[in-house]
């Protein structure tokens, strides 16, 4: 979502990151580029203003101009106020014996999705979720919750009622009598200037109690986004924001102006169609990402939700053994797959992002490469080095690739296999020509001078 301002904000930055010393005119050239890219963003125009006052009153400081790399400093300045801007730390719900938490937003912002996949989420952290259907005015809006429920294996709760009020209370009483400790009432999506439908989310708050009122935005409306936060702000006082959509083509400008301007965080952040993706929002972590710095933290738990303990000790105990078969290809491909489109998964990674640019991330690519590996039999995926002329022939037929891609992959292999043995042996691998290398190991490290002439002595006395 914030890939046109990511790239407008590290413009603008970029000159600053190689300068030595820096004078107030190139950092109001800085901060002119940003108030652009931000109002591009379609970010609040008063929080525009606020923001780049506050970047420039920081960036022109004594602790700035005298330190030893003043760009670098601006950047973290940038950074600092971005994540600020966005809510400082992550903010999480409210639990107790028997949590509620309401779910309330305009029609077609998601909320049905949401409550699935929060409800997912919930069940991951340890918890005991139910959905309470009263969203009465969508007609399926029932049939849709109950769908999503079988999925993730959670219990719906609905009835028959045409009161939003009695639904809510009589899914609530059986959650409870069913055990359950967290329960989402999915309530029906509504416009902000339809006094009925919120006056009916007023009374039904009031009925429920809840914890936690979470407000579903979608990322795509921008900023009229925060114009709808502001009208149930003033209606049912929420707590927190979800932001949907935000895989997709929006440009930032509900993310970074929601906060500011309502005074409530984001809570949790939808990345996808999936039903687990949904991801506890960090500011912090979303600025490093808006300027190119990656997100290793995210990175790392979306690796470890991925993949389950036993089976990755397995693979880190193959893979030091310097053994790399296509089954160890396919258990790392869908451990990779798991963790979302590879594309957003690379831009994790601290550098690679700023230098794969636009290059896109040819996905199919990868789903040819594992059609090649099914294509081959258990022991062929085992015993790779069994795969003669013959069976090359068949697994291109069988996979519709060409033989020659299929040389291609086994030799990446062999490479692959030869550069974890010599990492096993604690050498430093040899890259293959395909990234860059000479396929040449580096030499051992030589021992000095001195250390001979000290082992010749050792020698002589013996």
């Known amino acids: 979502m914030f890939d046109t301002l990511s790239d407008k904000l590290q413009h603008a930055l970029g000159d600053l990151r190689k300068k030595g010393k820096l004078d107030e005119e190139q950092i109001s050239r800085a901060m002119r580029e940003i108030r652009l890219a931000l109002l591009e963003a379609d970010v609040n125009f008063q929080v525009v203003r606020d923001f780049v006052a506050q970047v420039r009153e920081r960036a022109v400081g004594e602790e700035v101009l005298k330190s030893l790399t003043p760009g670098q400093q601006v950047v973290k300045v940038v950074h600092d106020e971005l994540a600020a801007l966005m809510g400082a730390g992550s903010s999480g719900l409210a639990f107790g014996r028997f949590t509620v938490i309401l779910l309330a937003g305009l029609q077609g912002s998601g909320k049905t999705t949401t409550a699935a996949k929060l409800a997912l989420h919930l069940r991951k952290e340890g918890r005991k979720p139910g959905l309470v259907a009263a969203d009465l005015q969508r007609p399926a809006a029932i049939d849709q919750l109950e769908q999503l429920g079988r999925q993730i294996q959670v219990p719906v709760y609905r009835t028959d009622t045409k009161d939003a009020v009695e639904a809510a209370t009589r899914g609530l009483d059986r959650a409870r009598e069913a055990g359950l400790d967290t329960v989402i009432v999915d309530t029906a999506g509504r416009l902000q200037i339809d006094e009925a439908l919120m006056e009916e989310l007023g009374r039904v708050r009031d009925a429920v109690k809840p914890l936690n009122v979470l407000l579903v935005l979608d990322a795509m409306t921008g900023q009229e986004a925060v114009n709808v936060a ?233």
Do not use: C, W
């Open 230 to 462: 502001q009208a149930f702000e003033e209606r049912i006082s929420f707590d927190g924001v979800v932001l949907t959509k935000l895989d997709g083509d929006a440009r930032g400008g509900a993310a970074l102006s929601v906060k500011a301007v309502t005074g409530k965080p984001i809570k949790f952040a939808s990345t996808g169609e999936k039903l687990d993706a949904l991801e506890v929002f960090h500011p912090d972590r979303m600025a490093s990402r808006i300027l190119g710095m990656g997100d290793v933290l995210t990175l790392i738990e979306r690796a470890e939700a991925a993949v389950e303990e036993d089976e990755q000790a397995d693979m880190e105990a193959r893979l030091r053994k310097g053994q790399f078969t296509f089954d160890d290809f396919l258990r790392a491909y869908k451990m990779l797959r798991r963790m979302g489109p590879l594309q957003g998964v690379l831009k994790m990674i601290p550098g690679l992002g700023q230098q794969l640019g636009n290059l896109e991330v040819d996905e199919q690519q990868m789903k040819r490469v594992e059609a090649i590996v099914l294509s081959m039999t258990p022991k062929e995926r085992a015993v790779p080095h069994v795969i003669d002329g013959k069976r090359r022939i068949r697994i291109a037929k069988g996979s519709g690739a060409s033989v020659e891609q299929v040389n291609q992959l086994l030799e990446g292999r062999k490479q692959m296999e030869k550069m974890m043995k010599q990492m096993g042996k604690g050498k430093m691998p040899a890259l293959p020509p395909q990234l860059g290398g000479d396929g040449v190991a580096a030499p051992p490290p030589r021992r000095s001078a001195t250390k001979k002439r000290k082992n010749k002595r050792k020698a002589g006395r013996r």
